[in-house]
């Protein structure tokens, strides 16, 4: 029990430390691997050894393909990809329903795109589509936003599942397939609240401000599609074909297939197609769009890698034993990586530093709850990102972005954004407790 109230010491210290006094996640995670050891009766060496073991072990595994997947998403962004498909989507279903090619077009984008930038890329096709429609930029910005939110949290290569997946060890196929199946009725349901509710406010936007797409200097869809698909079709293939209900022999075939799959050579090949399909003024400018990308992803993987030591120290300790029998009596099974998340994200505000520290805590009683398979470790990953989604608030930079290139103001921005966030989440725990109980 004292570990439980040692673990509980540290989780506020997290949450102090990222939201009042704004250290850096990563070294916050850091002081709380430390302090975990020592609390938890580890000595100097033990805590140093299982620090940098769970750093370093972490990012063998996830570091570069957060880095390709970075780089795809930059190119995204900078070439006009994102917009593209947006256009693309529009002309399939026309300007009035726009509002659902929002919310469409952010499901696809936000896979290699961090949601925030997502919206940022797209907020001036939101206000075009406002001018040329009529439909209200409430509606439209949270059906984007909503969109854009749902894969941030629950398909890879996004970084947080990503990690949560690479930390609690469950196949990235698994989680990419399921995640998807789980990512559309919990899109459906933020784009519904923002047909049916949002429609009653009413934003005004400056004429001024409004800019459409230069379709001419867009990419392809074609293109802008093709390095975000392939990835993703390779990673399900490998994760179908390695499934023991797959009797496939070994062989050249199944060799090329798992070799394909995987998610380091998967989204290189995403990024050898961005590379040669996306149009750049110049070389010198697709060198600097890949160093920019290298740059933003830095930042993520060196969280990832301490919420991974932070793992490796819970682990170390007997943290399985106590804290296990404590939570075990609660008998809320899939429910609680859902509270734990939803706890630390409505108090720190970023789903990404939620999603790595849930999956840091949760290591340990994966075991006493029985979710040891890979089919149940995929569904808690799942959990953890549904949680990582309640509650999108003030302290969270995504609900500022949201708000201010939207033109909302705050009040507006809590009954719209904050509160599809939270039906979001609930509706995303319900379908992954219904699946847990059908597949577990």
């Avoid at 850091?30 to 000595?43: I, P």
């Avoid at 830095?298 to 991974?308: E, Y």
Wanted: charged content about 10%; proline content about 4%; overall charge negative.
């Amino acid at each position: 029990m004292s570990n439980f109230i040692y673990l509980v010491l540290v989780i506020v210290f997290i949450i102090v430390a990222t939201t009042r006094l704004k250290i850096h996640p990563f070294l916050t995670l850091l002081v709380a691997s430390l302090a975990m050891g020592f609390l938890g009766g580890l000595d100097s060496t033990t805590i140093i050894n299982n620090l940098t073991e769970g750093f370093g072990g972490t990012l063998k595994s996830i570091g570069i393909v957060i880095a390709l997947g970075t780089i795809i998403g930059i190119f995204l962004e900078r070439s006009g990809g994102a917009n593209a498909i947006a256009e693309s989507f529009l002309k399939l279903f026309g300007e009035e329903k726009s509002h659902i090619t929002m919310s469409l077009t952010g499901f696809i984008v936000s896979i290699p795109v961090f949601c925030d930038s997502g919206f940022i890329i797209l907020s001036t096709l939101n206000r075009a589509l406002n001018r040329r429609t009529g439909v209200s930029l409430a509606v439209l910005s949270i059906a984007l936003a909503t969109g854009l939110y749902t894969t941030h949290v629950f398909v890879p290569p996004t970084p947080g599942p990503l990690a949560a997946a690479s930390i609690i060890g469950a196949d990235v196929g698994l989680v990419l397939i399921l995640g998807i199946f789980v990512s559309i009725p919990v899109a459906i349901v933020g784009l519904l609240w923002a047909t049916f509710y949002c429609s009653k406010f009413t934003i005004n936007v400056e004429t001024s401000e409004v800019h459409t797409a230069d379709e001419s200097s867009l990419p392809s869809v074609y293109q802008a599609l093709l390095p975000i698909i392939i990835p993703i079709i390779l990673i399900s293939i490998k994760s179908v074909v390695e499934h023991p209900a797959i009797p496939l022999d070994e062989g050249m075939f199944r060799s090329s297939i798992v070799f394909l799959g995987h998610p380091v050579v998967a989204l290189m090949i995403g990024v050898t197609l961005t590379l040669i399909n996306t149009p750049v003024p110049s070389s010198i400018e697709r060198f600097k769009w890949v160093s920019d990308g290298l740059l933003n992803c830095g930042s993520i993987i060196l969280i990832t890698g301490a919420g991974g030591a932070f793992g490796h120290i819970l682990r170390a300790t007997d943290l399985s034993d106590s804290i296990g029998q404590f939570l075990i009596h609660w008998d809320i099974g899939i429910v609680l990586p859902f509270l734990i998340a939803a706890f630390l994200k409505t108090a720190q505000g970023s789903s990404t530093v939620a999603i790595i520290t849930t999956a840091a805590m949760i290591v340990p009683l994966l075991d006493p709850m029985g979710f040891t398979s890979p089919l149940a470790k995929s569904l808690v990953v799942l959990s953890i990102g549904s949680g990582a989604m309640t509650v999108s608030h003030l302290n969270d930079s995504y609900f500022w972005v949201v708000s201010q290139f939207s033109n909302m103001d705050t009040a507006t921005a809590l009954r719209c954004h904050t509160l599809a966030t939270l039906f979001q989440g609930l509706v995303g725990i319900i379908v992954i407790s219904i699946l847990s109980f059908i597949l577990l």
